[in-house]
């Protein structure tokens, strides 16, 4: 079992669809969770962060944690063409040598559809 | 900012040929990363330095791949012989700082990827 577990999809939605991007993971240590988006032929980039457990919003997009649980959720609302992108969870814990570096899903890709 | 810049973009090699990536980070940071991406495998790390040393290579795959980091603005990924399943789009990325210290300036800065076929 991978660290990270994250269905490649694809999901496709209509134009104004809420849409729901999960992660699930199996390390407790993890304690900074990250949502990359990474659009056709780029590399990566950061979209949100969250430590611990709990939600944030910005714009649109709400990130959520159930530590518990150990899920995540990135939430998107009133979906627009240009969120199709495949997006990427991540996450960082203590590591061996304390290096903290990031464990990523293998991305989800969604198709937004007007 | 320029960004993290790869190249080549694209290389299209034959079996048994040397291939060599090359990246420049963003000015200032002080870890490189280099990654690996297939549809199967997803985004893995091959091997990562701080300050130009190696900390972290067990992610390269086996000894047909090596890196370097000559200097703090300068590093290669060397496949030495490539393979058809080395084909995969190959990252680099620079961070300042430790990444587990998640705050402005502090997260994993991606280049555009050099998209690599074995045939």
């Known amino acids: 079992q991978k660290e990270v577990e994250q269905d490649p999809g694809p999901l496709s939605v209509p134009e104004g669809a809420i849409v729901s991007l999960n992660c699930t993971y199996s390390n407790s240590a993890f304690q900074y969770f990250m949502w990359y988006r990474q659009y056709s032929r780029k590399g990566p980039e950061l979209l949100m962060y969250t430590y611990s457990s709990g939600n944030k919003e910005d714009g649109r997009f709400t990130a959520q944690v159930d530590k518990s649980s150990k899920y995540i959720s990135l939430f998107i609302r009133d979906s627009q063409p240009s969120d199709s992108a495949t997006y990427l969870c991540?996450?960082?814990?203590?590591?061996?040598?304390?290096?903290?570096?990031?464990?990523f899903g293998r991305g989800t890709s969604l198709i937004v559809h007007p | 900012d320029a960004g993290v810049i790869q190249s080549p973009r694209h290389e299209v090699t034959e079996m048994g040929q040397e291939v060599t990536l090359r990246c420049k980070p963003i000015s200032g940071h002080d870890y490189l990363f280099w990654y690996r991406q297939t549809m199967m495998r997803g985004l893995e790390l091959l091997i990562y330095f701080n300050n130009n040393v190696p900390i972290d290579d067990s992610g390269m795959p086996e000894d047909r791949f090596s890196a370097k980091m000559p200097n703090a603005s300068f590093s290669t990924l060397k496949i030495q012989p490539s393979e058809p399943r080395d084909s995969a789009v190959y990252f680099c990325?620079?961070?300042?700082?430790?990444?587990?210290?998640?705050?402005?300036?502090?997260?994993?800065?991606f280049g555009e990827g050099s998209w690599l076929t074995v045939v």
């Open positions: 991540a996450m960082i814990g203590p590591s061996t040598g304390g290096s903290y570096i990031p464990t």
């Open positions: 990325a620079s961070s300042l700082r430790k990444t587990g210290l998640i705050g402005a300036g502090n997260t994993i800065y």
